[in-house]
């Protein structure tokens, strides 16, 4: 399980739901580009896409070799999410 916060919040987010999660799931709450700890820049002028939310998220997942994945996010981060992912996410 992905977890991907809204603009202006980040991975602390999902703090109180995480650990009750992670019992049964490998879970994983990030800081999108521009929030919290990300040392990714966030390119805002001009933007009217969240692409590079949605490549980011991309990337992670290939990055953790996932191919069985739930992406969970509300706002920005439920927005950005990637569709028609390769892995059928």
Not at 29 to 37: M, N, Q, S
């Amino acid at each position: 399980m992905v977890f991907s916060h809204a603009n202006g919040f980040n991975a602390r987010t999902y703090r109180t739901i995480l650990a009750p999660l992670a019992l049964r799931h490998r879970v994983l709450a990030l800081d999108l580009r521009g929030h919290g700890r990300s040392t990714l820049a966030t390119h805002a002028e001009g933007r009217s896409t969240w692409t590079d939310i949605a490549e980011d998220l991309l990337a992670l997942t290939e990055a953790i070799d996932a191919r069985n994945i739930v992406l969970s996010g509300h706002s920005m981060g439920g927005d950005g999410q990637p569709p028609g992912h390769p892995h059928g996410v």
